[in-house]
């Protein structure tokens, strides 16, 4: 295909996706079985463009004076592929299959005839209008600029599986790919993203993932497994492992000593784990199928009961885009009643003295320090101990910093730690006699 008929494959893409509500991942898929001439690279290229639009979707329909599927791909071959509006023409005039050409109002918001910097503050952070109030009130005057960091490609983060190989010997084997260390997770591995027509390597091809040597796994992700501080021999609940990313990654901090309980309520989100554990030799993980009901004879035995809490998923925004703008209030409202249920499910499982770890992929206050100060007001036999200093302690004063509202828990975000968005609090049960006092 040639650039005037990718162009014109996005617009078609993105049309359904705004017009039939349809996810940008099916939507892709639907076209590419449609049109299966298209080559890989070609299949690359309408998806970033895609991709690249939804991410940017409020701030080019308000310079275009138009949020369709076509002044939307326009939009983003300006104003995040770099393209001018001469290569723009030329690859419409070259190309048969490709959209009608620009007109003068489409020329003339191309060419900056408003300045986004006169833009309501939800338009220039990208950010959907109902929920800006709130994340605005959170990340005060860093609002925008958080805001903005979600728009960036996200790059391949990787983590080097301790029980297989090192970090040094999965980037020698990755080295056509141009690897690099991680800068906070210190078995992580980053391949960036480029932009415009660039495009990640398939890793799931490669031996050293075939074999367990890697596992594909935000640096967020690694990183808040690695502030659990799983130690070897310890009796560790996984309490929502879904696929099962964090277990494995605790399996390996653990040695392969201990046992790692894995449970989570739907069993289809478990059903990777068991061939990924196996891939990765990851002997010590014990999978806990539902109902709970099941699980009473965990109660009180665990030392470390981590919970990654179903959420808006808004901290990975930058990986999934369009689910920002699907996501809606009765949307939030429902994960916040789950997260609520979930914290009183595991609570039963800490053992006194034990610790409870409180994790979110998501950036707003309410699925975050509100839900863990509404747990601790209702359960006054936990207590919230410092994320800071674990943070410090595990990853260093030196290096970047996560957000944190209030000093103890914390908030890693694409611009203040350049990972996906994660919450994570720390909470210990206190000792029988403690909470007879």
Known sequence: MKFGGRIQAAIEVLNDVIEQHTPATEA?????????????KDRAAIGGLVHDALRRKSSIAWRMEDDGARALVFGTLVWAWDES??????AIADDDHGPEPLHDGEKKALSGAK???????????????????????????????????????????LRANKLKTTQADALEQLSEFGPISCTLAPN??????????????????????????IEIQDEGSQLVALLVDAQPGEKI??????????????????GGEGKIFAYDVDKRR????????????????????????????LMKKMDRV?????????????????????????????????????LNQAKIY??????????????????????????????????????????????????AKPWSEDGLTVTLTPASTNTDGFFFAVMERKQEQEKAK
């Open 350 to 399: 800490v053992k006194p003295g034990g610790l409870m770890f409180y994790v979110t992929c998501s950036m707003f206050a309410e699925e975050n320090e509100g839900q863990i100060y509404t747990f601790l007001d209702e359960n006054p036999e936990f207590e919230l101990l410092s994320a800071g200093e674990v943070w410090e302690d595990k990853i260093g004063v030196d290096k």
């Open 188 to 213: 992580g591995i980053r391949i960036e993203a480029g932009m415009g027509l660039a495009r990640l390597p398939n890793i799931q091809a490669e031996p050293v993932f075939l074999t367990g040597g």
């Open 306 to 342: 981590l919970v990654d809490a179903p959420c808006s998923g808004s901290g990975t925004w930058r990986r999934k885009p369009d689910a920002k703008w699907r996501l809606s209030p009765e949307t939030l409202e429902v994960r916040l009643k789950e997260q609520h249920i979930v």
């Open 85 to 90: 509006i001469e290569a723009i023409e030329t």
């Open 28 to 40: 892709l898929r639907d076209w590419g079985k449609k049109h299966r001439f298209a080559g890989s």
């Open 237 to 254: 609940m996984d309490f929502c492992a879904g696929g099962g990313g964090k277990t494995l990654a605790l399996a390996g901090d653990m």
């Open 270 to 297: 478990l059903a990777p784990l068991y061939q990924r554990a196996m891939r990765a030799g990851a002997q010590n993980v014990n999978m806990c199928q539902p109902p709970l009901s099941k699980w009473g004879k």
């Open 115 to 157: 300045d986004l910097n006169h833009a309501p503050e939800w338009i220039q952070a990208d950010i959907p209008e109902w929920v800006w109030p709130s994340f605005a009130n959170n990340y005060g005057e860093d609002a925008i600029a958080e805001g903005q960091a979600l728009l960036k490609r996200p790059p391949l983060d």
